[in-house]
């Protein structure tokens, strides 16, 4: 018995090994030394009688026999992994590391602010937020859940639906004075208009009325990947944007910047709670993810406009 939890054992840090692509981050995630997991390995591979993993000294690649072994890894760990779930299933502490993803402007007005709250509920609970304007990448990053907004690319994922985000088209008194207010979509050709550049979208803003689609093309002088960035060129009358509610919520009610277009409905952005397709969330990730969900039922800042 001792020999099979010694090899599953080696087959996680294998695993884990393989998805970090270096010893030290997970030794670090162990709390081990480099050595310690170098000589698990090796013991793997005299076990299995053969290399998993060549060595260089730039990276570390898969021998042949190494990516077989280390799908089925995948396979074997998961279900054990899923059947202790099936047994602990309730009784499951909610307690323990947690590392949370989410772009920075995301992560910064709408997560950070709320952590208090579920840490109160679950004071045995340690985050790690983690806050980028990229799509990170879970596994190499070694996230438990990230939140991503907008359409999802990556079908290797756990998503759970846990919100959405309605937009708003803003502009500050000061561009509207010296430029216009427009009254359709279309007349957003002529303005300078600010693209925040992460979306698949991009430069295609859509609006409904009447259950017709409108379409329009923008153009200006500046963007970014950055929706904060987006907001201070908005705020310096730079030009119109169309941004979440939740960025320029505090802006509208203080008349820095002017809704405009509002006879006419922005696409909404759904959010999305992503998980690594091959962990099994634990009861904390659960417990975070539930907890979020409900939060940002309830935002009055996520809501649309009326």
């Not at 695993?15 to 010893?23: K, L, M, P």
């Not at 987006?230 to 820095?256: H, M, N, Q, T």
């Amino acid at each position: 018995m001792r020999n099979s939890v010694d090899t599953l054992n080696a087959m996680a840090i294998f695993v884990r090994v393989v998805e970090r692509g270096n010893f030290s981050a997970v030794a670090r995630e162990l709390q081990t030394s480099q050595p310690t997991i170098s000589k698990v390995l090796q013991a793997l591979e005299t076990r299995l009688g053969g290399k998993l993993i060549a060595r260089s000294t730039r990276k570390l690649s898969l021998t042949d026999e190494g990516q077989r072994y280390y799908n089925e890894c995948r396979i074997i760990l998961a279900a054990v992994d899923a059947a202790e779930h099936s047994f602990q299933s309730g009784r499951e502490k909610v307690a323990g590391p947690l590392k949370i993803g989410s772009s920075v402007s995301f992560g910064r007005l709408q997560i950070a602010p709320r952590l208090p709250d579920f840490l109160r509920r679950y004071p045995d609970v340690q985050i790690d937020l983690q806050l980028s304007d990229q799509n990170q990448d879970l596994v190499s990053e070694g996230l438990d859940v990230t939140f991503r907004i907008g359409a999802l690319n990556d079908s290797g994922l756990i998503a759970r639906l846990v919100g959405s985000t309605h937009r708003v088209t803003v502009a500050s008194p000061d561009y509207l004075r010296q430029y216009g207010k427009p009254q359709t979509p279309q007349e957003l050709g002529r303005h300078n208009c600010l693209m925040f550049n992460l979306l698949s979208s991009q430069n295609l803003w859509i609006y409904t009325k009447d259950a017709q689609r409108h379409e329009v093309r923008i153009k200006g002088n500046a963007q970014s990947n950055n929706s904060e960035a987006i907001r201070e060129l908005v705020l310096g009358g730079l030009g119109i944007a169309l941004s979440p509610v939740w960025l320029f919520s505090e802006d509208l009610k203080a008349g820095r910047v002017t809704a405009i277009l509002q006879d006419y409905t922005a696409e909404s952005l759904p959010i999305h709670a992503v998980s690594p397709a091959n962990r099994r969330q634990s009861a904390r990730v659960k417990a975070f993810v539930d907890y979020m969900s409900r939060a940002l039922e309830t935002a009055p800042e996520l809501k649309a406009i009326k």
